[in-house]
C-alpha cells in the first residue's frame, strides 16, 4: 500500500486564533464530570497564516521517536496516554516493543533546543486484536507513559469524541504534524510543526471519489471507523510522517480529535483526499485501555449540534476534480509554451509548469557559464505566455544539479517575479509522476523546446505514436539489459513520427523539441531532447517523469498528474522480466517491432525496384547496406549496372501508410569474388544511411549453420503488384538430406528447406526471397538468400561471413552457435533412390521421418 503523505500544504491562508472563544460557549454536561480540562490551547493573540503553526497552538501534538527520530505524530489524551496509529508500530504482524519508543512532548521545531519539551519514555502499546493493516481499517494504538506528562502551556491534552459525536461534513478542521511536504519531500529545516486546514468528506463524497480508479489505475473500498478530509482537488493533505497525528475540529471553543492521520494514495493528488482513523467510533475501546488510570481522557458531550449535522445527508453529490493542467484548444496552441527572453540571444522555448515556474533546457542559459554561478542580470530577462499581454520578469533560476554534464537532465527552472493568474492560458502542461507508464501507441506531438529554429512546416504538429518500451529500450539500450518493467522510469521514450519523411529523404536539422503524449485528452510533458545537429527521425526522448520529484522540490506546487490512461491492451498482465534480444558491437540487430504500432512488421524488409521493371526483395544488413539476389538485381551475363531503387518501412498492408516509406538510391552493387560461377548474394550501397527506427532496422546475420532452436521463415510477398508481405514457415533439412535430395546439382552453402504444410506458394519465387530464423534470444536473424528460380534452395550467408563484413563494416554477425556448417558427410550415406526424390515434398517427409531436422 502506498503510504505516501501528502502535502503540507501550502498554506493556509488564515488560521482562526485558537483559544480565542469565549468560554461560555462551552459548556461540560452535568453527568460527566470533568476530570480534565482538554482541546483548548493556550489563548494567543496572533493570526496565524502560512504552514507554519503557531508555537503552543497544538500543545497535545507529540512526536513519536524510535532510533532518535521523529516517526510518528500522536496526540496526548490524558497525562499518561498518547493516541497514535496502530501501522506506526506493527510491522508485519508484529508489535515493536515499548522499550524502543520516546514521546517527545511540548515540541514546535524538533531543530532547536526543545523549550518546554520534554521526553517521556513508553511503557505499553496497545492494538486493536483486529488491525492487520491500514487499508482494513482499525488503524488506532494507544501508548501508556512510563511517566506522566508535565502539563503546561504546551502540553495540554485534546478532547475525544463520543461514540454519539457527529461532525458534520464539510466542517474545517485541522491536521498537524512534521510529516513529509510533499511525496518524497522531507520537510526543511527547523522542521517546524505544520498544520493544514482540510473539509471532513462525508462517506458519500469519499467512496465515489476512491470508486474511480485513481494512482495505479487502483480503486479502494473505505470501511466502517475510517473518515476522509482533503479536497478532490487535491494539493493540501497529510502525508509520510503525519501518521498517527490528529485531525482536529473545533467546537464550541474546544477541539475534538476526529480522526488519527492513516493513510492515502500518494500525497495531495487529485481525487484521493487523506484517510484517517475515526476517533468517535473507538470511544468504548479508549475507556477500557485506560481504565483505571487517572485522570483520564475526557470525552466532552457535543455541544448542540447544527442541523446539518443531525439529519445526515445522503444525497452529497460525487464531485470529481478534473485536471487542472494540460488541457490545450487544439494541437500547437499549447497555453503551457513559454518563451524565455535573454538579451543578445535567441528566444529559448519551454513550458509553464505551475503559476510561477518555468521549465526550460538549462543549456538555453549556461551555455557559456560555468554550472555554479549564475547568469547575470535576471532583471532584462523576460518570460512571454500565451494570453499574456506583458512579458512577466524572472526572479530567480534554478539549473538541475547535472545539467552542465548529463543531457538526459538539460533542464532549469526560471521563477517568474510574480505568479501568474491561470485559465485557459496560460495554462500549465502535467508533469508525469516517476511510476508513469506512457502506454505504446500513445498519440504524442512534438513542441519546442530550447533555441531549435522552427523546422519548415508546420512541426509542431508532428504526430507521434510512441513504441513500447522493450523495444525502445532494446534498440537505444545495453545489451543483454533487463527491460524496465512499467511502473519503472524508462530510459528513453521512442516516439514514431507519423510524417517522419515528409521532407523526402533529409533529416529534420531541427531537433529542440519536446514530445507532449496525451491520455483522456489531457497533454503530459513526457521527454525532452535539446540536440543541435540531430536527425529529428530516429532518435529517442529522455524521459521526463525521473525528474518530477526535483521540480515538485523546488517549485512546490507544480502539476504532477496521475497517469490517465490505463487501457494496456495486448502487453497487459504481462509482468515478467524482459531482456533485449543479443546486440552485436554494431547495436541492436533483428527486433521486431511488438504488436508493430506503425504497421511495420518486417522493418529490414526492403523493395528493390530494378530499373522500374521489376522488384526484388532485399534486407537491409547495416545502416547503408542492403543484400539482395545477385541474379535478381543483375541481368543474367550483363554487366551494366541497372538504375535501383530501394524501400524500406512498407507496412504490407494496404493503403500503405507511405508515412514510414524510406526511399534510397543505390550508388553501387558489390560482389564477392568467387572463382567461375557468378556468385549468388550481391550488396547494394545505399545512397545515404537509414539510421534505425521501427520502420527500418538492421537484420542480423550468422556466421554459420543454423541458429540452434530457432524456427525459420521464408519472406517475401505473394502477389508482385501489392506486395504484402508475407512469412512462410519452413524447416531446414540437414546437410546430409538436402545433399542426399538434390544430389549434384548443389553448391557448396546451399540451405534446403521444407515447407509447412499449405505454405510454399506464401512467397513468389522471383523476387528472390531471404531465409529468416528467429532465435531463441528473439533476434531476427539472416541465413540465406533464395537461388535463382527456386523456393527451396538459398545461397547461405555464413560463409560470406568476410567479404560482407569487409564491405559494410556495421554488420551484425552474431557470435557462432548452432548448428555447423557443413559437416563433412560422405555422399554414400544417402539412402537409396534418394535422389530420384528431388524437389518431392513427399518424398522429403517421408526422409524426415528418418533424419531429424534441424529445427526447434
Ligand atoms: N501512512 C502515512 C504515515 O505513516 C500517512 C499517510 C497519509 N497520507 C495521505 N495522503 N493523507 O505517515
Known amino acids: 500500500m502506498s503510504q505516501h503523505l501528502l502535502l503540507p500544504l501550502v498554506i493556509l491562508a488564515i488560521s482562526p486564533i485558537p483559544g480565542a472563544f469565549p468560554d461560555s460557549a462551552f459548556s461540560p454536561t452535568q453527568e460527566e464530570p470533568e476530570d480534565l480540562d ?11 497564516g502560512g504552514s507554519d503553526a503557531q508555537p503552543g497552538s497544538w500543545p497535545w501534538q507529540v512526536s513519536l521517536h ?63 486484536d483486529n488491525y492487520s493493516s491500514v487499508e482494513l481499517g482499525a488503524d488506532v494504538a494507544l501508548l501508556r507513559l512510563a511517566s506522566p506528562a508535565r502539563l503546561g502551556p504546551a502540553v495540554r491534552p485534546v478532547c475525544l469524541p463520543r461514540a454519539s459525536h457527529r461532525f458534520a461534513h464539510g466542517t474545517a478542521c485541522r491536521a498537524t504534524g512534521w510529516g513529509d511536504i510533499q511525496e518524497e519531500d522531507p520537510l526543511p529545516l527547523p522542521w517546524v510543526l505544520q498544520e493544514v486546514e482540510l473539509r471532513l468528506l462525508g462517506e458519500a463524497a469519499c467512496q465515489c471519489l476512491y470508486s474511480r480508479p485513481g494512482p495505479f489505475n487502483l480503486t479502494f473500498q473505505l470501511l466502517p471507523g475510517m473518515l476522509c478530509a482533503g479536497y478532490a482537488e487535491g494539493h493540501r493533505d497529510t502525508c509520510q510522517g503525519d501518521s498517527g497525528g490528529p485531525l482536529v475540529c473545533e467546537e464550541g471553543g474546544r477541539w475534538f480529535q476526529a480522526g488519527i492521520t492513516s493513510f492515502g494514495f500518494g500525497c495531495g493528488r487529485r481525487n484521493r483526499p487523506g484517510v484517517f482513523t475515526a476517533v468517535a467510533p473507538y470511544e468504548a475501546w479508549i475507556r477500557e485501555q485506560v481504565m483505571g488510570s487517572e485522570p483520564g481522557p475526557t470525552f466532552p458531550s457535543q455541544s448542540p449540534q447544527p442541523q446539518s449535522v443531525l439529519s445526515e445527508p445522503t444525497d452529497e453529490n460525487c464531485t470529481i476534480a478534473l485536471p487542472e493542467c494540460g488541457k490545450a484548444p487544439r494541437p500547437g496552441a499549447w497555453p503551457w509554451e513559454a518563451q524565455v527572453m535573454v538579451p543578445g540571444s535567441r528566444p529559448c522555448y ?38 499574456r499581454p506583458r512579458a512577466e520578469h524572472v526572479a530567480r533560476l534554478v539549473p538541475h544539479e547535472n545539467a552542465s554534464w548529463d543531457d538526459a537532465s538539460d533542464l532549469a527552472l526560471l521563477q517568474l517575479r510574480e505568479p501568474v493568474n491561470l485559465g485557459a492560458a496560460p495554462r500549465p502542461v502535467c508533469l508525469p509522476h516517476p511510476d508513469h507508464y506512457f502506454l505504446p501507441g500513445s498519440r504524442c506531438r512534438l513542441a519546442h523546446w530550447g533555441r ?59 531537433s529542440h523539441r519536446s514530445l507532449l503524449c496525451r491520455e483522456e485528452g489531457t497533454w503530459f510533458l513526457a521527454g525532452i531532447r535539446n540536440f543541435p545537429s540531430d536527425c529529428l527521425r530516429p532518435r529517442v526522448f529522455y524521459p521526463l517523469q525521473t525528474h518530477g520529484p526535483w521540480i515538485s522540490h523546488v517549485t512546490r506546487g507544480a502539476y504532477l498528474e496521475d497517469q490517465l490512461a490505463w487501457d494496456w491492451g495486448p502487453e497487459g498482465e504481462e509482468t515478467e522480466t524482459h531482456i533485449c534480444p543479443p546486440h552485436t558491437e554494431h547495436g541492436a540487430c533483428g527486433l521486431q517491432p511488438e504488436p508493430a504500432p506503425v504497421g511495420v512488421l518486417w522493418p529490414w524488409l526492403a523493395e528493390v525496384h530494378v530499373a522500374g521493371e521489376h522488384v526484388c526483395t532485399g534486407i537491409l544488413v547495416a545502416p547503408g547496406w542492403v543484400l539482395a539476389a545477385t541474379h535478381c538485381v543483375l541481368r543474367p551475363g550483363s554487366t551494366t549496372v541497372p538504375y535501383i531503387e530501394v524501400y524500406l518501412g512498407r507496412a504490407g498492408a494496404s493503403p500503405l501508410p507511405q508515412s514510414h516509406q524510406v526511399s534510397r538510391s543505390v550508388i553501387s552493387i558489390r560482389l564477392p569474388r568467387h572463382l567461375g560461377l557468378r556468385p549468388p548474394l550481391a550488396l547494394l550501397e545505399l ?18 549453420g543454423i541458429p540452434l532452436g530457432s524456427s525459420c521463415w521464408v519472406l517475401g510477398w505473394k502477389d508482385p503488384q501489392d506486395r504484402v508481405p508475407m512469412a512462410a514457415s519452413v524447416s531446414i533439412l540437414t546437410p546430409r538430406l538436402c545433399h542426399c535430395l538434390y544430389q549434384g546439382i548443389l553448391s557448396p552453402g546451399t540451405f534446403c528447406v521444407l515447407y509447412a504444410e499449405g505454405q510454399e506458394d506464401r512467397c513468389e519465387v522471383t523476387s528472390a526471397p531471404p531465409l529468416l530464423c528467429q532465435t531463441e534470444g528473439g533476434s531476427w536473424v539472416l541465413v540465406g538468400m533464395a537461388i535463382r528460380g527456386s523456393r527451396e534452395l538459398f545461397a547461405a550467408i555464413g560463409p560470406e561471413e568476410t567479404w560482407i563484413s569487409q564491405t559494410v563494416g556495421e554488420a551484425h554477425f552474431l557470435p557462432p552457435s548452432g548448428f555447423p556448417l557443413w559437416p563433412p558427410e560422405s555422399s554414400d550415406l544417402c539412402p537409396p533412390d534418394m535422389a530420384g526424390a528431388s524437389g518431392s515434398p513427399q518424398a522429403a517427409i517421408f526422409l524426415l521421418l528418418l533424419t531429424p531436422l534441424i529445427q526447434g
Open 38 to 48: 482538554c482541546g483548548r490551547p493556550e489563548p494567543s493573540a496572533r493570526i496565524m
Open 452 to 510: 531549435g529554429e522552427p523546422a519548415p512546416g508546420s512541426s509542431s504538429l508532428l504526430e507521434a505514436e510512441l513504441l513500447g518500451t522493450w523495444w525502445c529500450h532494446c534498440l537505444y539500450g545495453r545489451q543483454e539489459a533487463t527491460v524496465p518493467p512499467p511502473g519503472e522510469p524508462p530510459q528513453a521514450l521512442c516516439p514514431a513520427y507519423q510524417q517522419e519523411e515528409a521532407v523526402a529523404g533529409r533529416c529534420w536539422n531541427y
Open 350 to 387: 519551454g513550458a509553464l509548469v505551475s503559476e510561477s515556474w518555468v521549465l526550460a533546457p538549462a543549456s538555453c542559459f549556461l551555455g557559456r557559464i560555468s554550472s555554479d554561478h549564475q547568469p547575470g542580470d535576471l532583471d532584462n530577462w523576460r518570460v512571454l505566455l500565451p494570453s
Open 687 to 704: 545512397s545515404s544511411r537509414v539510421e534505425p527506427s521501427p520502420s527500418a532496422l538492421s537484420i542480423c546475420l550468422h556466421p554459420g
Open 66 to 128: 524510535q532510533g532518535g527520530g521523529h516517526i510518528c505524530g500522536g496526540s496526548l489524551i490524558a497525562p499518561s496516554w498518547v493516541l497514535s496509529a496502530a501501522h506506526c508500530f506493527v510491522t508485519n504482524g508484529t508489535l515493536a516493543p515499548a522499550a524502543e519508543w520516546t514521546v517527545v512532548l511540548g515540541v514546535h521545531s524538533q531543530n532547536g533546543p526543545l523549550d518546554g519539551a520534554h521526553v517521556r519514555a513508553v511503557a505499553a502499546i496497545l492494538v486493536p
